[in-house]
């Protein structure tokens, strides 16, 4: 996705399932959620280990979230090889997520091709956090 689409994508959304999301402040996942919440995003948890984080009820799948719980970006930390699994989650959701989003590392070029065909963007091994503060920030001093 070039720029553009990802302001747009920014603009759009309203609720960013962060899959892999962890409880401890310390952690990425935990970082990235809380930046996006601090940013009007619902952040909805997605880990089975966790009942809450971030004042959001957490659930231990995508499929797992209520269909009526519209899902507009699935941002993922989780080993490149637990992609396909998410994927398929994310391709069975109704309404289907926007965007697939694998965080910095995260790599599964196969998925590309089959989220587009769905009609989902994608991205991999990029930082939706640090994206966000690079597209959204107003212009420095010039």
């Given at each position: ?19 892999g ?33 971030l ?14 719980t519209g899902?507009d ?21 109704s ?12 790599r ?10 769905a ?10 956090m ?13």
């Amino acid at each position: 996705m070039d720029d553009e689409a990802l302001r747009e994508m920014f603009r759009r959304a309203r609720t960013i399932a962060v899959v892999g999301m962890s409880g401890n402040p310390d952690r990425d996942s935990y970082e990235v959620g809380a930046y996006l919440k601090a940013h009007g995003y619902r952040v909805i948890p997605v880990n089975p280990a966790l009942t809450e984080a971030l004042g959001e009820r957490a659930y231990p799948s995508l499929a797992a979230i209520p269909p009526e719980t519209g899902v507009d970006v699935v941002d993922v930390f989780r080993r490149s090889e637990a992609v396909p699994a998410i994927v398929d989650e994310a391709l069975a959701r109704s309404p289907r997520p926007r965007v697939l989003w694998l965080q910095l590392t995260v790599r599964h070029p196969g998925s590309g091709p089959r989220l587009t065909e769905a009609g989902v963007g994608f991205v991999q091994d990029r930082c939706l956090m640090s994206e966000h503060r690079r597209l959204t920030s107003p212009p420095g001093p010039g």
